[in-house]
Nanobody, 127 residues
Framework: QVQLVESGGGLVQAGGSLRLSCAASGRTFSTYAMGWFRQAPGKEREFVAGISRSGGSTYYADSVKGRFTISRDNAKNTVYLQMNSLKPEDTAVYYC????????????????????WGQGTQVTVSS
């Protein structure tokens, strides 16, 4: 089992940047594929970005491609989401998720494929 704790959210003006972090407990972080999701008020939770166990494969939602970058540091048990050129429509609660998998290059893009979730961190982008 793994526990996930997100940090780095906040209030930023449109065009600004934030970096979210997700720290995982346990010694087996490298056996988890990781993902970031977000949920805006009144909307369903949506996939933002995912990264494979090794970090060699990544995948992004079209809405964030070219602006967001997901990365991981397995030595620090941490996954990151660098968000640049933020837009008001990026405003949401951002969640980190982990999937225990034996596949090293697979990236998951749907919420039901993930096993563990963090509590979320609020990102608000003002216009």
């Amino acid at each position: 089992q793994v526990q996930l704790v997100e940090s780095g959210g906040g209030l930023v003006q449109a065009g600004g940047s934030l970096r979210l972090s997700c720290a995982a407990s346990g010694r087996t972080f490298s056996t988890y594929a990781m993902g970031w999701f977000r949920q805006a008020p009144g909307k369903e939770r949506e996939f933002v970005a995912g990264i494979s166990r090794s970090g060699g494969s990544t995948y992004y939602a079209d809405s964030v491609k070219g602006r967001f970058t997901i990365s991981r540091d397995n030595a620090k048990n941490t996954v990151y989401l660098q968000m640049n050129s933020l837009k008001p429509e990026d405003t949401a609660v951002y969640y980190c998720a982990a999937e225990s998998t034996r596949y090293t290059i697979v990236v998951r893009t749907t919420a039901d494929q993930y096993d563990y979730w963090g509590q979320g961190t609020q990102v608000t982008v003002s216009s």
